[in-house]
């Protein structure tokens, strides 16, 4: 089920700029007993992400009712928002873009993800690099060509899931997850001022690490730093967090880190 701007339809403006630009950003929420879970969070992340990409007039009290609305209506599923600048403007001007589309839909939830929580997940390291740009870098905008690419070559091997460089070789993210690791006491994330995506879930499970002693540090370093780790994680808002089992040729057993947090994501 799909409605653009309250109202339930299929059909977008052929000139709507997320369809000629990619001009707009969006998020994904878990759906649970009807409920948007983390609602809040996922608003201010479109907020967020609206106010780095300059567009304005985003009716958030109509979109927060949608998202509502929209979860009433399924039980267990999963609810995208998208926010786009909306029509009008002269080629890449957004001169005229006065009322930005506001798109929700719902669909089922991925039936694997707790097959993959019992047993974990093989990552494979992807061939696509993903390019650095501080000032896209940490937000959910719509141009997911990489990722699309990411995917089509994650689907070539038997992993679960890619893990992600960007062009200078650093650490970033999964295809649609962000990854943590922990060697010995310390816990690690990938820096992302430079690339990937700032997930709602890897905001929880940081606060929650702090919550519990553990030191969180965001470091910018190469996949190396993964080879003597004793455990890595990766999360997102629908997952929430899995276990990593194996690395192209490295494998992990510990779920020490995993059996902290999981109840609590």
């Not at 339809?9 to 700029?17: E, F, G, S, T, Y």
């Not at 369809?19 to 950003?25: H, L, R, T």
């Not at 694997?112 to 929580?117: D, E, F, K, V």
């Not at 699309?148 to 070539?156: G, K, P, S």
């Given at each position: 089920?799909?409605w653009?701007n309250?109202e339930q ?9 997320a ?7 969006f998020?994904?929420a878990r ?9 809040p ?6 907020q ?6 300059l567009?304005d007039s985003?009716d ?16 267990d599923?999963v609810l995208k928002v998208?926010?786009?600048?909306g029509s009008?403007g002269?080629?890449?001007s ?14 089922a939830y ?8 019992s ?13 650095c740009n501080p000032q896209l870098a940490g937000?959910k ?6 990722q ?9 091997t038997?992993?679960?899931?890619a ?9 970033v993210?999964?295809?649609?997850a962000?990854v943590?690791w922990?060697t010995g006491?310390q816990?690690?994330t990938p820096l ?25 540090q965001q470091?910018?370093v190469e ?5 003597h ?10 997952m929430?967090?899995l276990?990593v ?6 494998h992990?057993?510990s779920?020490?880190?995993f059996?902290?947090?999981s109840?609590?994501?």
């Open positions: 089920m799909v653009v309250g339809q299929q059909q977008l403006a052929v000139n709507d700029r369809v000629q630009f990619g001009d707009g950003c998020t994904t759906v649970q007993a009807g409920k948007v879970q983390w609602l969070a996922h608003l201010l992340r479109l967020q992400a609206t106010e780095r990409l567009i985003v958030w009290r109509a979109l927060e009712q949608e998202m509502v609305a929209a979860a009433a209506q399924q039980d599923g998208i926010i786009s600048r009008g002269r080629g890449y957004a001169a005229g873009c006065h009322a930005p589309t506001r798109i929700v839909s719902l669909s991925p039936a694997h993800y707790p097959q993959l929580r047993k974990g997940v093989k990552l494979a390291l992807s061939p696509v690099r993903l390019g937000i905008h719509l141009n997911r060509l990489e699309v690419l990411i995917r089509t070559h994650l689907e070539q038997d992993a679960d899931e893990l992600v460089l960007d062009t200078a070789g650093r650490l993210e999964c295809c649609a962000n943590f922990r006491g816990v690690f992302l001022t430079q690339a990937g995506v700032n997930g709602i879930m890897r905001q929880h499970i940081m606060a929650l690490l702090a919550e519990r002693g553990y030191a969180c470091v910018a996949m190396a730093a993964l080879e780790a004793d455990e890595v994680l990766i999360c997102n808002a629908l929430p967090v276990s089992y194996q690395i192209e040729g490295w992990y057993a779920r020490q880190l059996d902290l947090i109840p609590y994501c």
